[in-house]
Structures are given as structure tokens and as C-alpha cells.
């Protein structure tokens, strides 16, 4: 099956979803699927996935307004030339785009795969997202039911398939992980180190977990929070740090073409979100074997088992995340089982095969006897 991701993020960004569609793009290459992948021209988004996956085909595009009739032409010629047989878009913007050239091209399948809710209730959603997609995919129930609200998404045309991530080898305890994870950043040997994996947007609540530091660090200052990631409110939470005196605390390690080995090295996953339709870092967190301190906000407690793998706490809430970390940092036994029963959930509900096996069936059926002509 050919297939054409088209995302017109931003030429800076490289999210969650840009991830998934990374790893989608290499897994179904080696299943046989030939995989075109449009996006901005220079974007970070297409250099990765490049790096990444040399048997997939980048197409930069130039990507301007919602109905850009050259745009929509451009897509529609893609389509023709290299036979796709679906196209599957992000944003509302690809949506339109993919969608008209869909129509154009008279053919292909077009498959609305939504990382985070960005459904609106005006005309123009309303009487175009029904007509331009042939399916809409979501990664969690609790993204599911944001999206539906309006009504004029039907809860039988949206499917669930959750993320899946590639194997990896993180044997806990792992000392020399650890070891070099400090050496790198210059932290301390006898520091616990607390990872927290996100763009610095206020989705994420970083500023939350800097709060609850400052609760943690008065009874545990034997902590490290390493952050990893960018992104635009960078500078302010440096200087809000910087006002209560928690400088020391915190090592950025700025945005990582691989993370495992920060992942391998640290000792505890932090994820204050407030708003996660998945939860894409938590999942590779339990695939390290750490234990994990999150929201309760979207599909993180489908990710995660509750007091199993994960302490979920109230989104926004500074206190409650403070004496969550502390609880779990004073019970150092809980940490290493919330850890081991971590790796467990992941290899028996998120593993890449799982993910990969559900998409194929999900496309045969989208396809029908088309497939074969």
C-alpha cells in the first residue's frame, strides 16, 4: 500500500505526533508499504524523519492557507504520480488540503489522525470534517470523546488505536547508565535523577513541577530534575527557577535527537501535563523501567496502571505533585516495582508490533476491494 503523511508543522517543531509518524513511517517500510512523507521544506520535522528512515521518500511542499488552490493542486499531483492509496493528515489545515486534492484525485483514502483535540464548533468544521475525511483515528477513548462533543463527529467513525514504541534494551538497575548520565551533565553520583520530556508549552505544566520542586527539594534535596526538550517558554521558566533559588536543581538538556540514554540513567519519570490525549514520553518512560509521576488529564491513565506503574495526580496542582514525588522517592522498594510492573504493561499493550498490526487490518478495511485493483 502506498501511503502519504502530510503534516504542515512549523519548520522548528518536532512533537509527539511528528515522533509517531518517525516511527510509522519506518515499521510500515519494513512491512512493505512504500511511505511518502510531505512537510515544510528545511523543517526539522523532515530532517529527522529523513535521518531516520532512508527508505521513505520526503517530499517538501510549500504549504500556505487552508484552501491554497496551488497547494491543493500540488498535493493532488503527488497523489497521481506516486499512486497513494491513502493519505493520512494532522492539523485542520491538512485535513483541507488533503481532502480537496482527495477529491480531485478522485481515489484516495483520506485518514484524519488527530495527536491532540483541535476540533471546533463553527460551520466550517461542521459541514467540511464530515465530508473530507473517510476516517477519523484517535490514540486514546479519552481523546475520543473530547473530539465528538460537537456532534458532528459520529463515535462509531472514530477509532482507537494506541501508540506503539520499537523495542528497547533498559535492564534496571543499570549502573552504568547512571553513571554516565551524570557524568555527562556534571550531577552528583549519589543524586536521584527525576526526567521530564516535553516541549516547553503551557500544555505541559512545567511550571507546576517547578513549584512542586521547590516542596521537594525542602525534604529531599538529594534530587535532579533533568529536562529534556525546547521550545518557547524556555527562557521564563529559567527565570522562574532562577527566582526561587532552585538553579541547582535543574539541568536542561535541551532538544535530543535520542533519548535513550537519559531515559537509561535516570531513576524517575515526571509528567505534570495539563492536557495529554496520549502521553507518548510516559510510554517510553515505562519502556525505561522507570517509575512514573503524572497528571490524570487525557489518555495517560490508559496509559499507565494506577498505583501499579504510575502515581497520577490532579493536573495543575503543585502540592499534589510535590508530595506524590516525595511519596514515591521515600519508598525506594515502590520505586523499583512501579518500574518492573512499568516495562511489563508496555510489552504486554504498547509494543510497535501491537500498533502496527492494528493499523494494517484498520487500512484493509478502510480499502476494501480497492486495495487490489
Known sequence: MNLLFLDSVDRKTFGGYQNWINLMSRALTRRGHKIFVAGRPASEYLRRVGADNPGVELIPLKISGDF????????RNI???HGIDVII????????LGGLASKLHGRVKVIWRLGLDITKDNWVHRFLTPRLADAVVVPSEG????IIRFGY?????VTVIYHGIPARDFPRPNPTAAAELRRKYNIDSDKIVAVTSGRFVNQKGHTYLIEAAAKITARFPGIIFLWLGDGPLEESLRIKIHELGLDKYFVFAGMLDNL????AGSDLMLHPSLDEPFGFSVLEGMRAGLPVVASRVGGIPEVVEENVTAILVKAGSPEELAEAVLKILENPTRMSQF???GQKRWREYFREEIM????????EKLMGPQKNK
Request: hydrophobic residues 40%; negative net charge.
Open 68 to 75: 491554497n488552490p496551488w497547494t491543493i493542486g500540488s498535493i
Open 79 to 81: 497523489m497521481a504520480r
Open 260 to 263: 535513550d540514554p537519559e531515559l
Open 89 to 96: 493528515c494532522d492539523f485542520n489545515k491538512d485535513l483541507r
Open 356 to 363: 502496527l498490526d492494528k493499523w494494517e487490518v484498520f487500512l
Open 143 to 146: 481523546l475520543k470523546k473530547q
Open 339 to 341: 518500574g518492573i510492573a
Open 153 to 157: 463527529l459520529a463515535p462509531e467513525d
